[in-house]
């Protein structure tokens, strides 16, 4: 037996021995499944899915799957499995199960949707915390995070609009992506900050120097150049410390913003545009 074929021998059996072996000794109501349609299993999962009892929809679908394993119910509901996963928190049985569609159906008339749901699993914009906290505090919540998860989440979104650039998925994608790379950006701007309570001045501008070379027009800009200014300052460097100033100036006259529109020429990894 081959690698794929032990990993996806084992995801079921994971997943069957999670739901008592699904269609076997499922029940809904007090109901045995065990004369149930195709379209009984899925309406079952749905309505579990609407109610947010994650499990319970993945049972259904899941025997659903493994009593009609064709046609178009079978392919939905290995679709529904990822996104009730997604929604229960559970990242990596998501994009288990989201891997497995997309190799199992290419072709799929949703393949765009699971690349999507893909993007979205590994996507965390600390969900349940109000937005304009998000907004001050970007910088000590997700940046702390390691990157890894952030640069999967999107290197999927830009699968998604690079293999289907008709998706209706695209232009929320593209708003995720440029979110993703503010996150990562933001995320050596809190390096640098540290470097500067640790004293290790030449660090911080260091560090805040990479931040200006591989994500430029990106909103840490403006915060890489301040934590220069006061870096070079602490050393006594005034002369560099004036020249960052000027380019302040020069940059952020009339209170102009940086662009949230990542647009760089640099070789970095979210770089496609």
Not at 19 to 38: H, P, R
Not at 86 to 109: C, S, T
Request: proline share 3%; with cysteine.
């Amino acid at each position: 037996m081959s690698i794929i074929s032990r990993s996806l021998a084992l995801f079921l059996v994971l997943q069957l021995s999670g739901c008592a072996f699904g269609w076997l000794k499922t029940t809904k109501k007090g109901e045995n499944t065990g004369d149930w349609t195709v379209t009984q299993f899925y309406e079952a999962g749905k309505s579990d899915l609407e109610n947010k009892d994650y499990k319970g929809a993945i049972a259904f679908f899941i025997a659903l799957e493994a009593r009609y394993p064709y046609g178009r119910y079978a392919q939905q509901a290995q679709l529904e499995v990822a996104y009730a996963h997604y929604k229960e928190g559970d990242q990596d049985a998501a994009i288990i199960a989201i891997n497995r569609f997309i190799k199992l159906h290419p072709n799929h008339p949703n393949i765009d949707y699971a690349y999507y749901l893909k993007g979205l699993s590994s996507f965390n914009d600390e969900k349940g915390i109000p937005g304009y906290i998000m907004k001050y505090w970007i910088d000590q919540k997700m940046s702390e995070r390691d990157p890894k998860a952030s640069r999967e989440s999107f290197e999927s979104f830009k699968e998604l609009i690079t293999r289907y650039p008709e998706s209706k998925y695209r232009s929320d994608a593209i708003k995720r992506m440029n979110y993703l790379v503010n996150t990562v950006a933001m995320g050596e701007i809190y390096v640098a900050r540290y470097y500067m309570k640790r004293r290790a001045y030449v660090a911080a501008i260091n560090r805040a120097q990479f931040t200006l070379n591989e994500y430029p027009q990106t909103p840490a800009t403006a915060h890489a150049l301040d934590i220069m200014v006061d870096a070079y300052d602490e050393l006594g460097m005034n002369d560099m410390r004036d020249d960052v100033k000027r380019v302040i100036e020069k940059t952020f006259s009339n209170n102009q913003e940086s662009s949230d529109l990542v647009t760089s020429n640099s070789g970095s990894w979210w770089k496609f545009w």
